[in-house]
DNA sequence: CTGAAAGCGCTTACAG
DNA sequence: CTGAAAGCGCTTACAG
């Protein structure tokens, strides 16, 4: 009751191999009477090629390896369903690699690299100067996802996080708000700092000094700080770079039994499932996550198929975000 | 500049390519200069074995396929990143299989076998014959991850739900609590299954009727009914299947002015992060998804170490929960 | 449109 | 402890 291989079909078949490898991934240059007796046998007998042989024999693995930060969560799911689903589509396999371990990097690169995938979707928010250079030995395309390159030979598919920062700020100030704070994270990351220089754009254009707090990752930590911070001082609007955060902030403001929205707005910046159950319901931006992550996955598929788009096209993908505004603000 | 070969690490440390193997895969069997020679070599040149000429040669590919259903969520990263880990530790790399749509099953299964894996973990929450027949015809081994076996030919790693939701039953009987009701969702999984008849029985041995409604997955849907619901009566406690749906049933109770813990408590049964995000802090299962991924991997990588073990174990591995009495109840 | 044959890059008995 | 050789299961020019 072993798996069938080739051989046992194509006797089953009474043609060659060739023929049988031909039906699978050139059925054009088969005679259809021949293709069709072929792809019965091929159900009957339940025949799957094995993907090593395949890999080995063409160089094409149908692998795509998605490499993502330790420290994602929920969007990154919705990002990986976005992936998969246009891998699915057009025919490839994802193989996961997490990046625990900043400085083992390198070495992860080495193992996806020894995997032999035919492509790399890249997440990380925290590029360095190494990276870079190990991505230009690598010998498949890669593309970055919610990572923005800096590089014009490499392609990604992001969302402009200063545009929209900037304009959310904006919109506030357009509103009569002027006391805005911005809540960053204490370690930096490069969206993070994407969104700060968009706030910041906008309060220095509108005369406003810009006011940038950096908070801990760590949920109870945050709580003693928002404590703390407003029992100094209540702003008008809070831009806060995590979802999970934003809710901590407004959580800790009711129960201090400052009003949100009517004296503390709130906005946060990923549209996570939180928002929806956070209490009041938290406005954000819409980053489209799923759409990012099917998008690359699309591109990726691109550079795979050709490989002269590899070396000519490196396109950055901005991709529309939306703002879905609920009760923290009004 | 392209990939080194194992010809070329032999060529380099004039040995033949089978020391080199041997180098790789049986160190002990190698004499220490030859080998040092060999592995200075390798580094030198970032020598990196081709994974697919290795899985069709030792028809072993230190790959496994982890699959889980699309549904999943936040709880599944963590989960991942506990496979992940184990995987990590005994050197294999994982392949995610995402099960979209239930009927395409048999043929993810095809392509999962297919992609010449070493095993599978698995986890689903709507387990049928077939799936348990595709299962056995499976010639590498399979775990279940928070998923029990019915089985007992297949190894599982879960928690045992229905006991959890037994002891918490009876403590908040205990603590003088008498209208208690289940709140569990109009599909039916066999996890919630396991809660649902936990919850029953200690309800049944105190003499009291259970009372099991069944929400929605969607949000607002669910606030609508909800809200409903409360209209009708408050009951001393809510025993929720999804902390989001226990979220969402405290905001539309706090909102109708109904005070949480004091005239209604809700316990969620996941503690995701939204647990510890939400006002007040939902009370719940501490369910240990980083370890049920790393013990499920660790355990298949026993089962793939010793091809005997497979036929004659089949563990059901339960592990310890916790709970987590939080703000949400008294 | 089809088949015979080489080759993909490794691993692993087998001999020595 | 090491090497020569067969073989893993496919794909793909090449020839016909």
Redesign the pocket.
Known sequence: MN?????DV?GAA?????????V???P????????EKVLKIIKDKG????A???G?????STTVAVVIPELSRASVAEMIQGIDDAAKKFGYTIRLFINRDPKMEEDLWGEVIASSVDGILFMNDEMTKDIYRQIEYTPVPVVFVNTLSQKDTIGSVCVDYEDCAYKITKEMIDRGNKDIVFIGTEHIYTLNEMKQRGYSRAMREAGLEPKIIHSSGDISVNEVFFNKMLDESVPDVALVVRDSIAISLMNVAVKKGIKVPDQLQVIGFQNTRYALLSNPKLTCAEIPVYEMGNKAMSYLTELMKDEEARHHKADKILLAYDIAWRESTK
């Open positions: 798996q069938a291989k080739i051989y194509a009474g043609v060659s191999l060739a023929t049988v490898s031909r699978l991934n050139h054009e240059k088969v005679k259809e009477a021949t293709r025949y799957k090629p094995n090593n042989a395949r080995l024999a063409s160089r094409r």
